[in-house]
């Protein structure tokens, strides 16, 4: 080389650009849909901006989760597809955090809550209200003529059977569920029908919201005329009291109603009849005046006159509200 001669070295450096990151897929957690007591439909959206995406719901009670669907292959499309997740065995009345994630982690949707239905309230049976205003046997024209009264919120039929004569005449009527009463007239056997007077049973069976109620009491043509004050419970003490026919004999029964752990209870004391007047003022056992106290619903009196064979009177009833939901 000359030694005058400036040899210079120039150095290319060539840069390669590294290639462009995968986009990631975009998830939206959505709202939620079919919420019962244990169940829902979670949904969301997810674009795979043309990465092979996969995706899942994660849920539970925080929003630590703790729960997940199963995946769901949603492609790898470049548009935004819909998605949803059926979730069951879930707590009633329970709020729920849930949010859509892509498999791995990297695209995760906002946390949304929802909160499961309540279960139902327990169905408290109502009563039947079921009175008796008359039970009138006509010899003659060989009928029975029966008015009673019942809540409007019965419905169905009643069985009735008459025992008279040695023998038991069976049948059915409708309830008026419009007019909230019983109103039947029914052809009876002649032997029956001779003697004026036989005990009828009414049987009510009760439907999804009203008690059953069954009375036995005296058919007849002769008023028993029975009157009552409204019952009141006291201090632990049953009280009621009225009027009847002066010639009336024997008590006047006064039942108590009421729903408590899930079963219906019925107590009953008894006032003897005197002189057209009966009264009652009877205690009621620690037992009895707790499960009243932790009822459900209302506690109803039932006032009944089995009826006076001799005098060929007929049994009457009454009904109350003594007390209303505790």
Known sequence: MHPGLLLSLVVLTVTVPAAQAA?????STGGVQGVST??????????PRGENTTVFFRYGPTQAYGARTPNIAVGNGTKKI?????VSGLAPDTRYHYRLVAVGGTARGTDRTFRTKALPA???PQPSKLELARATIFRSARVIDILAPITRRASGNVDLELYAAGRRHRWSAPINSAEGR???SERIPAAQASLGTGILTITYPGDPD???????????????ALDARRPMLTAGRLQAGGTISNVARGVVRVQLQYFSAG???????????SNGKWSLDAP???EEQAAILQRQGTVHSYILFTGYLPLRMRGEMQSYQVLGPA
């Open 122 to 124: 327990p169905l408290i």
């Open 182 to 184: 019983i109103r039947d």
């Open 210 to 224: 009203t008690r059953p109620q069954r009375v036995r009491l005296r058919a007849a043509r002769v008023p028993a």
């Open 38 to 47: 244990t169940d829902a439909v979670l949904t969301g959206s997810v674009n």
């Open 284 to 286: 009621l056992t620690a």
């Open 23 to 27: 986009a990631q897929p975009s998830v």
């Open 263 to 273: 079963t219906t209870t019925t107590l009953e004391k008894h006032a003897t009849i």
């Open 82 to 86: 819909a998605v949803s997740a059926a």
